[in-house]
């Protein structure tokens, strides 16, 4: 049965999503993908514009070792989340991330919604690196 530490997760995906560097390590176990994301502040607003909606396709399930997310749902009546640190969280399709604060998390999320989350957000970021460095 697959184990490792968040930390030694693969950079990137094992290089799948090199635009994501250090800020997220993930694997691809089962039907989920196992992420460990330390990022500074960032609002993925710009990331998510590109996609049906501008919102985010996948659904986050995780827990918040240390900072702040905060999760809104444009469009919807549905108010605004928050997870903080030591707490789990879930997210569903449709919505924008922001990190207010520097935040690491664990998730678990389907591999396949996440696949192509990061694989437009590769995209985005080839597309206009300047703006993502």
């Known amino acids: 049965m697959p184990h490792s530490k968040p930390q030694d997760l693969p950079k990137g995906g094992g290089g799948r999503w090199p635009a994501a560097g250090e ?30 909606g501008g919102v985010c396709p ?5 827990y918040i070792v240390e900072g702040r ?9 549905t108010p605004e989340e928050v997870a903080e640190t030591g707490e789990v969280y879930y997210f569903p399709a449709g919505h924008i991330l922001v990190y207010d604060e520097p935040t690491t998390a664990i998730e678990f999320n389907p591999a396949a919604a996440l696949r192509d ?6 995209r985005v970021v080839a597309a206009s690196p300047a703006d993502y460095t």
């Open 58 to 62: 996948c659904p986050h399930y995780g």
């Open 69 to 77: 997310l905060r999760c809104v749902y444009p469009g919807t009546d």
């Open 23 to 52: 800020s997220f390590r993930s694997v691809h176990w089962g039907d989920y993908e196992v992420g460990y994301t330390t990022v500074q502040p960032l609002d993925c607003t710009d990331v998510y514009k590109h996609l049906p």
């Open 117 to 122: 989350l990061m694989d437009s957000a590769e």
